[in-house]
């Protein structure tokens, strides 16, 4: 057997014997170890690899528990004929098709992939000047805490309860912690039968679409807006109809009154972050009541006010089941934990409850109980006081820096959330920007995407979830000194 099959890296998060356990179960299963050919001695690959003894033969051991190999005496380790039954051999066709001569474009009834969307680099954390909206700062996460509710997660109790199908139904706990720890501090007050939990808000939103939009129905959507909720709403209706957003959030305009279903982020409008005061939210719901409408509220970034308590939640005021409420603990915890959370009349949450099961049945039952736990220790509200309380330093760290160094660009109306929204200077191309920062060290996102109806080459966001406070002023600093290169001459 040739050595160069293994290679372990002391750099890589997993142990050594973990790395040659998963590298010696991959040659197994894709054939590169003979059935007659007995491994390496242990001290021989040991000496090879450059690593201990006993690394080798702990991996041998478990592989050996794990069925993949046999032990014979005198001889050493084998490869277990019985791992690899079962697998059905490769099919050889006389006639292959030629994959590219399918007819795909006509046999696909939609094609989301051509429909513009915002994209970020996976490897974001390796940019100096990460200006990125969506994304946390791994230094914020609370590892310890998160470690001790997974652990406990693990429990036999706590496996015994979740390992089962549930089919449709949600860990109890967690729609405990919602109802009793979530909700209440946006004002919300629901009973368990209103509260569905999602595979993060986007599901929700999926799923609200699916429920209530078909062709002929109108959707209204503020302009600019979530470019990933008027995607979904292409998939159901061609019925959309653009709100314009001014300082206040989305305006009550006349077309308001025509739609079936309005979105809207009344708490800080994604993207320009400007919240919708109290008076307005009333009046919207006044005209969804006389008009027979339903409003979905995205509460991203609710938490975050830096100048004052947050504004209660639009749902807090519906006294006529008229919001559909949708949050997930993306921009507090962790995008990647993909966990959120819908409330509506208990008349919409059972359909939502039975298309999702359709779909996933549920999100996976281990990750509820451990977020169930995260709530009921405290641990979250610990949480957002401290990301409220970093957020607000750079917050305040990037207002003075733009003002400073941004010349000529107008910053949108805030008090509050996780980014600035920018209006560059007349010509500014801001995707021309982005790629010069980006050769720099600096990711920003462009702001056009989020209009629907126009170009909108001038506009910019810049998060600062992100970034280090430290770096922020040096990365406008830096940023600023690109803008005269990204503005096309007339």
Not at 112 to 139: A, M, N, V
Not at 361 to 386: K, M, V
């Amino acid at each position: 057997m040739k050595m160069l099959l293994f290679h372990l890296d002391p750099r890589q998060p997993t142990s050594l014997q973990q790395q040659l356990r998963e590298q010696i179960v991959h040659a197994i299963l894709e054939g590169h170890i003979p059935l007659n050919e007995a491994l390496p001695s242990s001290r021989k690959l040991a000496r090879e690899l450059q690593v201990a003894r006993n690394t080798v033969m702990l991996a041998y051991e478990q592989l050996l528990d794990d069925g993949y190999l046999i032990a014979k005496s005198r001889s050493g380790y084998f490869v277990n004929p019985e791992i690899l039954e079962g697998r059905a051999e490769k099919p050889v066709r006389l006639n292959d098709i030629d994959a590219e001569r399918m007819p795909w474009e006509n046999l696909l009834s939609v094609h989301p992939s051509k429909q513009e969307t915002i994209c970020k680099p996976s490897d974001w954390h390796r940019y100096e000047y990460p200006f990125l909206y969506g994304q946390i700062d791994p230094t914020l996460f609370p590892t310890q805490h998160w470690r001790e509710c997974s652990r406990d997660s693990m429990s036999v109790p706590a496996i015994r309860s979740w390992s089962v199908d549930h089919l449709n139904d949600d860990d109890p706990l967690l729609v405990e912690q919602i109802h009793q720890r979530l909700l209440p501090r946006r004002g919300v007050w629901a009973q368990p039968e209103e509260i569905l939990i999602t595979v993060g808000t986007q599901q929700a939103l999926w799923i609200t679409a699916m429920l209530l939009l078909k062709p002929g129905r109108k959707f209204g959507i503020e302009n600019p807006g979530y470019v990933d909720m008027y995607n979904i709403a292409q998939i159901f209706t061609d019925e959309i109809r653009l709100l314009p957003v001014d300082e206040q959030g989305v305006q009550l305009i006349e077309e308001l009154r025509q739609c079936h279903l309005v979105y809207t982020t009344p708490s800080h409008q994604s993207p320009t972050t400007v919240t919708m005061p109290l008076e307005r939210r009333r009046q919207l719901l006044d005209m969804a009541e006389i008009n027979n409408f339903l409003i979905i509220e995205d509460d991203y970034d609710s938490e975050t006010n830096y100048l004052s308590n947050p504004t209660p939640a639009l749902k807090s005021l519906d006294r006529h089941s008229r919001v559909i409420y949708v949050g997930s603990l993306s921009k507090t915890l962790a995008p990647g934990l993909r966990l959120g959370y819908m409330v509506a009349h208990p008349a919409l949450i059972r359909e939502a409850r039975a298309l999702r099961r359709l779909m996933l049945r549920h999100p996976p039952t281990n990750n509820q109980r451990a977020l169930a736990l995260f709530l009921e220790r405290g641990y979250n509200d610990a949480l957002i006081r401290q990301i409220h309380q970093t957020f607000h330093n750079r917050w305040q760290r990037m207002n003075e820096a733009l003002k400073r160094h941004m010349v000529g660009f107008h910053i949108s109306s805030n008090y509050g959330g996780s980014c600035f929204w920018l209006r560059g200077p007349e010509g500014l191309d801001c995707q021309h920007l982005q790629a010069l920062a980006r050769e720099e060290g600096i990711l920003l996102e462009r702001g056009d995407l989020h209009y629907f109806d126009r170009p909108a080459k001038e506009y910019l966001r810049l998060g600062f979830s992100a970034i280090p406070e430290e770096r922020i002023e040096p990365g406008i600093k830096r940023l600023a000194r690109l803008v005269s290169d990204a503005i096309v001459k007339p």
